[in-house]
Structure formats: C-alpha cells, structure tokens
C-alpha cells in the first residue's frame, strides 16, 4: 500500500543508525564472540530490507531469521544476485531458525542459505544433500538444553555423539541452543541450560557455540559463547525488566489527529460505552487501531503524548479509530492534524507493552502495514 506522510493516518519512524549504534554496544560487550542479528519476522516488523543492510555495512556477519522464506528473501536483500552468481561469495551468514524442511535442501545450497538442524531427519538430510552435490555443506545444529521446543533431544544429541559419521558432510558453523528464562536473572534453568550446554559440546566437533539472545547476553560472560544472537535489544527493546534499558529507543510512532469535540459530563465514548466521561472532556479521535498494530488490549489503557503533555486512550480501540482524553492539553496545541506521540522518547516500547499486558516483542511485530514508514539515520 503506498502512503505519504501528507495521506497517511499515522507515521512510523525507524531510526536505523540506533540499530547500528545497538548492534555496536553489544557487540563490543561480547568481543571476542560475535554477535549476530536477528531479522526473523521482518526484523521484528521493522522492514528487514531496511534494518538488514545497515548492519551489515556495520561490519554484521551472521544473521538469523525463522522461516526458509525469510532466508531466501535475506539473501536477496544482502547480496542481489548471488543466486544467479556463484562467484559472488556471500559476504554475511544467513540460518534459518526453524530449520530444514525436506525437498528445500536445493534452494538453499543455490543462494547459500543455511538451516539451523534441529533433529536427526534433517541431519540426515543435509549430509544426504552434501553427498549428492559432492561437497561439504555449512550448517548450524540446534541443541535442546531445557526449551523443549526445537533441537536436538538429549537422546539425539547421544546418537550424534555416539557416532560423529552422522554428521560427515556437514560443516557446522555453529551449535546453538536457547535459553527459556534468560529474562529472570536469577532462575535457576539457566545455569542448568548453560551447564547442560558446555557439558554437549565438549563431544561435539569443534563450531561456534551459541547461547545467549538479548537477555543471555546480561546474564553474564559465561553465556556468550563464540556468537550471540540479540533480536529486541537491537529494536531498543529492555533485554532485562526492572533494570535501566541500556539499549537505544529506535522507533517513533505519531498518529494523525482527525477531530476533537468536546463531550458533557455522562456522556460514553467508543464501543460498548466502556468511557464515560465524569466531567466536561474534550476527546480525541486519531487515525489508528487495532488493524494498524494497536492491541486492542489498550483500550481504555493506552497513554500517549502530545508535545509534553501526557493524554490517555479512553474507550475501546477500534479497528481504524481511537479516542483519547486530551482535556489538559491547550485547544490550540491539539487539532485536527495533530500528531499524537503512541511510541517514541516519552512512550517507550516496554511501556507500551505493560499498559496494553503483553510483550515488546508483539507491539513491534504487530506494527501495521497501513503506517507511513521513513527511514532515518541520525535519531528519530
Ligand atoms: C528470536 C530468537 C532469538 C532472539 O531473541 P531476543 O530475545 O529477541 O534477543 C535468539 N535465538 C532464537 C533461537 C530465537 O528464536
């Protein structure tokens, strides 16, 4: 759908040198180990066309995405043309988190897209793919240390280490697993998923370990391993709760004002009368909703900013519309064409999250399609 600031409801702004600047700040933690970035679901629906490109120029050499969709589509955004060009070697790593789907083995030998193996099928069927085009083939491998969601079971991690043939063919790249609790410092599943980790790899061949995402990364030294893969910390999300957010806010989210009326004291506001104003109040109506992104779980909730003044979501979210309270705003500082502030320097994405009960993680990949999106570098 193509938009204009001039036409659009509201304007999403994504600061890229703040991904950069992020990506840089974690990577200089880690050093010696590398960090990777995390780009799956559209860069956390902030355009990986966009965010993907950036780090890499940044000196970003390994990037993780879920689907084979997305590895393929990456490709493509990193280095055009390399699938019809096979002297062009591709500068960045690119793992598919979710794995090797049978029959799909081809597409990504052709554009050099690697599966994270997350059991012994597909083990099997990377090494069959190496015999067939008579070379070794690079890939990650997937440990299950305490997730119970992908990987290698204790009792396939056994059968590997039993017999590393199963493995010929195959260029590990990296051995990953995941942590299930690294957002609470003090659970003890970690220490148990870390020492479960180093205890595995000292009968796997020798590859990258990694451990951590965004939170693992704060838990400590120990979790680095050879490769870290941040995701929400680069999006400026907290990697821990209850702490200071070391990471830089990198996204903006300004709704367009469609009118203000003022009601008297009784009256009801939205769907399902859910408002009902006690006093005189002068509300709001902004070009925004739950089919942009915004959870409808904020309704009578949400807060946003209009310059520094703070005005509150009252009434249900709707589909394209939502209300807000803006009777201590000055009449002349609040009218139709007003940009109201829902994400950005007062309204961080972790305060966003808690208002509306849910995670950074799904207000970013929840940001609608219908949004004005500009790309800047040097602050938003
Ligand atoms: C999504 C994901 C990450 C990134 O997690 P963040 O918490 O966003 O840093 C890392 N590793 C795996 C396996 C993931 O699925």
Redesign the pocket.
Known sequence: MSTSAHTAGAILTVDLDGIVENWRTLQARVAPADCAA?V?ADAYGLGVAAVAPALQAAGCRDF?VATIDEGLALREILTPGAATDPECAPPADIYV?NGLIPGCEDALIARAVQPVLNDLLEVDAWTAAARRHGRALPAALQLDTGMSRLGLTPDDQQIVTNDPQRLAGIRLTAI?S?LACADELAHPLNVSQLNCFRDILTRMPPARASLA???GIFLGLGYHGRLV?????LYGGAPLPYQANPMRPVVRLDARVLQVRAIDAGTTVGYGATHQSAARERIATLSAGYADGILRSLSNRGTGYVGEKLVRLVGRVSMDLMTFDVSAVPESEVQPGTFVELIGPHVPIDTVAAEAGTIA?EILTSLGRRYHRVYTRGGC
């Open positions: 995390v799956k993780f988190l990953i995941h995402n965004s939170a893969r941040p995701g929400i910390a993680y």
